[in-house]
């Protein structure tokens, strides 16, 4: 980052160190589907058999791209955010993601569950947290959603209305069926900015090529 300083009225303002600049480089990868039909089959269909092979593609598509986004390994395909390397929240540095312990082993602590999310949403810096949400799958959404503040009520709020995504101690939540359940060492809940910690690269959209033979 650029460098900064106080000085007096009249001091002088000598030269500040200027922002550092790096190239990062995102290898594209390609996804493709490769589905046969005869012409027989193109011509005698009573649907529109392009519209639905499109269909069904995109589908596929989007279940790839999930997972790799995901659990991806960055061989071929994008690196996942769970690829990083995990460390302990106070021992996190650049380039490795931080955790927060659930204080139990594949489990929750029975005992205030909710005060561990807490210390969850509070792990990124304050400058993270207002695009922040949460992110799991529907079996820990299951889990969580039972959770209980002091007075009896559920932390969990679901949406108001259509269009809506429920809420989570004030934050959005998003399920992916990719994140891992709630077991030993599995990140199973992800919290934070992901517009700002995670970069997804689209090199061109989809093209449709018609082999014949």
Do not use: H
């Amino acid at each position: 980052g650029v460098g900064s300083g106080w000085v007096a009225e009249t001091a002088a303002r000598p030269e500040t160190d200027p922002a550092t600049l790096a190239l990062l480089e995102f290898p594209a990868a390609d996804l493709y589907a490769c589905p046969a039909a005869t012409q027989t089959l193109l011509d005698d269909a009573l649907v529109d058999l392009d519209e639905w092979l499109a269909g069904e593609v995109e589908d596929a598509f989007a279940a790839q791209e999930t997972e790799a986004f995901v659990n991806g390994v960055g061989l071929n395909k994008p690196r996942g955010l769970l690829d990083y390397d995990i460390v302990a929240d106070a021992d996190q540095d650049w380039g490795e993601i931080g955790y927060v312990a659930s204080g139990a082993a594949g489990a929750f602590v029975t005992e205030s569950p909710t005060d561990r999310l807490i210390d969850l949403v509070y792990a990124p810096k304050a400058q993270y947290r207002p695009n922040a949400r949460f992110v799991m799958n529907r079996r820990t959404v299951s889990t969580v959603r039972k959770f209980k503040d002091a007075d009896g009520n559920y932390i969990w709020q679901p949406a108001q209305r259509a269009g809506e995504t429920a809420s989570l101690l004030g934050y959005p939540v998003t399920e992916i069926e990719t994140m891992p359940d709630v077991a030993a060492d599995a990140p199973a809940i992800a919290f934070g900015g992901f517009r700002r910690g995670y970069l997804i690269v689209d090199r061109a959209g989809a093209r449709v090529v018609r082999r014949i033979g």
